[in-house]
Nanobody, 124 residues
Framework: QVQLVESGGGLVQAGGSLRLSCAAS????????MGWFRQAPGKEREFVAAIKWSGGSTSYADSVKGRFTISRDNAKNTVYLQMNSLKPEDTAVYYC?????????????????WGQGTQVTVSS
């Protein structure tokens, strides 16, 4: 059974930082791209960032470019999202997702597995 478990969420003041982690288990994730999405109350889930297996290719939503950094450690089956200069509008539940090598739609669509999410709250 595939599991993606997010951690690192919490409450932070505007301008602060958080680092989210997503640990994958249950199968080999060789070749899988990984992504982060978020969903704020009353809004649809939106793409935040993605990274390919090699780590050499990353993509970001315009709203987080220059503030967020996605990275991965394939030996640990873990992907990270470093979030700096946080704003109240970054408040949301953040989800990790895994995309199989044969799935189209990178970086924003076609993800096969999803975590349960971790809450990030940024106070003004």
């Amino acid at each position: 059974q595939v599991q993606l478990v997010e951690s690192g969420g919490g409450l932070v003041q505007a301008g602060g930082s958080l680092r989210l982690s997503c640990a994958a288990s249950g199968r080999t994730f060789s070749g899988y791209a990984m992504g982060w999405f978020r969903q704020a109350p009353g809004k649809e889930r939106e793409f935040v960032a993605a990274i390919k297996w090699s780590g050499g290719s990353t993509s970001y939503a315009d709203s987080v470019k220059g503030r967020f950094t996605i990275s991965r450690d394939n030996a640990k089956n873990t992907v990270y999202l470093q979030m700096n200069s946080l704003k109240p509008e970054d408040t949301a539940v953040y989800y990790c997702a895994a995309k199989s090598p044969g799935s189209k739609g990178y970086p924003t669509r076609g993800y096969d597995y999803w975590g349960q999410g971790t809450q990030v709250t940024v106070s003004s």
